[in-house]
């Protein structure tokens, strides 16, 4: 048994979709049959607490990446040094690097190099010299249209690593009890609808008086509707719950979060970390998507979906945090309807609000 670092510096969502690619590591086998199953996850402060549900890995190292954390940690010298220290002390020989379309595996490749890992995988459309063994070369190698999950996936496997027989390759977390108990409370109610209305960044946020409409059509509609979202956006979630919707804003951290999301019929949300927690407990999810980024890439990925915006809007593939058309047209022209419309079609409902209204039940 070896020790491999696999490296995926960013937020929660993306350190959710890394998952198939570290089971790869974990679990899989190599061409020489062996099996290096102690994977130390390295990821940044957003990632962390979403490391630490994910199957097969055995240590989670944090590091405040200065070229992904936003905003960005002031560079010292005990930076590199602290993270250099960590690698040779870990005895880790090999690393998988783990990047999306706009990031660079090199950085990190240097200081992994100077630690002495022997091996390292990554992609890159930069020539990587001495940086890489095992250079993907995005856009020749692999295409950039695919989802995150598989893409992370290819890296692994091109540093040898396969999926075991029987794993699907979906999203997934380990499982483990709610801390809190809010999950158990809820199910004892009957069945729910998640909606989260936060977002990372504005310009993947939906309206929240759309929200609150939302919530009140779905409640109309006879569904209980429960609202969650971080310590931050309490505001927010007070005024999407309104008067009689289930307000768990800031109340939940990621494992209660997970299991409340898990015992959910659907979740509806933009895209943002809780659609992939959705996905990786394999709850369906209408993604009220911006196309600031390609829906192929960060959709939820192996769930039931509905995929609500226009993503031919004129912010497409801007990667904007603040939206940069007036209106935000992308996401404010979805009404409550269609929302509650494809919440009804992923329970198997009917297909217009106009016809008739129906109750769901289990």
């Excluded at 504005?202 to 409640?219: F, G, Q, S, Y």
Aim: charged residues 15%; negative net charge; contains cysteine.
């Amino acid at each position: 048994m070896s020790r491999v670092l696999v490296a995926r510096l960013d937020s929660m969502g993306d350190v959710l979709l890394s998952g198939p690619a570290l089971r790869a590591v974990a679990n899989g086998s190599r061409p020489d049959g062996s099996r290096p199953n102690d994977v130390v996850l390295l990821c940044g402060p957003e990632g962390a607490s979403a490391a630490e549900m994910l199957p097969g890995v055995t240590q989670v190292h944090t590091w405040a990446c200065p070229w992904i954390v936003n905003p960005a940690p002031p560079v010292t010298d005990d930076m590199p040094s602290g993270l250099i220290e960590f690698v040779r002390s870990s005895r880790i020989q090999e690393a998988v690097i783990l990047t999306s379309f706009h990031q660079s595996p090199l950085p990190l490749a240097m200081l992994l190099r100077l630690a002495g890992v022997k091996k390292i995988t990554g992609a890159s459309t930069d020539y990587a010299g001495s940086l890489l063994d095992v250079r993907l070369k995005p856009g020749e190698d692999f295409p950039e249209d695919q989802p995150e999950a598989v893409r992370a996936l290819t890296i692994a496997e091109a540093g040898g690593y396969v999926l075991p027989n029987g794993d699907d390759g979906k999203l997934r977390i380990t499982s483990g009890p709610d801390p809190e108990g809010v999950a158990d409370e809820l199910a004892d109610e009957g069945p729910y609808i998640v909606v989260h209305p936060g977002a990372a960044a504005p310009a993947r946020a939906w309206p929240a008086l759309h929200h609150a409409a939302t919530v009140e059509l779905l409640e109309a509609y006879g569904h209980r509707v429960v609202v969650t979202g971080g310590p931050g956006e309490t505001p927010l979630t007070a005024t999407v719950a309104g008067p009689s919707a289930m307000n768990l804003g800031g109340g939940t951290n990621l494992r209660t979060l997970a299991a409340v999301l898990a015992g959910a019929a659907v979740v509806v949300t933009g895209n943002t970390g809780p659609a992939h927690l959705a996905a990786a407990v394999g709850t369906p999810v209408v993604c009220l998507f911006a196309p600031v980024v390609p829906a192929i890439r960060w959709a939820p990925y192996g769930v039931p979906l509905e995929l609500l915006g226009d993503q031919e809007a004129a912010c497409k593939n801007t990667r904007a945090r603040v939206c940069p058309v007036p209106g935000h047209p992308c996401l404010s022209s979805v009404s409550p309807e269609q929302v509650v419309e494809a919440v009804e079609r992923l329970l198997g409902g009917v297909s217009s609000l106009s016809t008739r209204r129906k109750v769901w039940k289990p």
